[in-house]
Nanobody, 124 residues
């Protein structure tokens, strides 16, 4: 089992920045990819960004490319999402997820473990 705990959400004005963190514990050696997804009210959960835990390859949804940066600190078993130039459309609950499988980084069903989510609200 892998446990994931997100932090860093909050209320920010449009154009502002936030950094989300996701602390992983448990069988972290089994993790191949970690990702961020988000879900806005009335919408389906969508992929935001992901990073390979080994190769450090990164992947982004088109909607956040150039504004968000995903990174990880292996020594701390922590995943980060730096969000700049935030827009009201970025308002959602952000979830951290971990997958023991390679590939399909944008597919939520490929992820075995999920955090509880952290709310990000961007005011206009």
């Amino acid at each position: 089992q892998v446990q994931l705990v997100e932090s860093g959400g909050g209320l920010v004005q449009a154009g502002g920045s936030l950094r989300l963190s996701c602390a992983a514990s448990g069988r972290t050696f089994s993790v191949y990819t970690m990702g961020w997804f988000r879900q806005a009210p009335g919408k389906e959960r969508e992929f935001v960004a992901a990073i390979s835990w080994i190769s450090v390859s990164t992947y982004y949804a088109d909607s956040v490319k150039g504004r968000f940066t995903v990174s990880r600190d292996n020594a701390k078993n922590t995943l980060y999402l730096r969000m700049n130039s935030l827009k009201p459309d970025d308002t959602a609950v952000y979830y951290c997820a971990a997958s023991a499988l390679p590939g399909m980084v944008a597919t939520s069903t490929n992820y075995n473990y999920w955090g509880q989510g952290t709310q990000v609200t961007v005011s206009s």
